[in-house]
């Protein structure tokens, strides 16, 4: 969950662009991480599906 930040209405262009840029930064890691695990899960149950397709296979 994210928690909320106070940012001064009275930043110069210079600080809200460096705010900005460190969230963005700090939201693509987030979503690499998940995307990550979310391949990882999707080729656990390729390989589970796989294993029970060769067993099927050989009987």
């Given at each position: 969950m994210r928690q909320s930040v106070f940012t001064?209405?009275?930043w110069l262009m210079e600080q809200w662009v460096e705010y900005l840029d460190e969230t963005f930064a700090?939201?693509?890691k987030e979503c690499t991480e998940d995307v990550t695990q979310m391949i990882a899960s999707i080729k656990?149950?390729?390989d589970r599906v796989e294993e029970k397709m060769?067993?099927?296979g050989q009987e």
């Open positions: 001064p209405a009275h700090r939201y693509r656990e149950v390729v060769t067993i099927q």
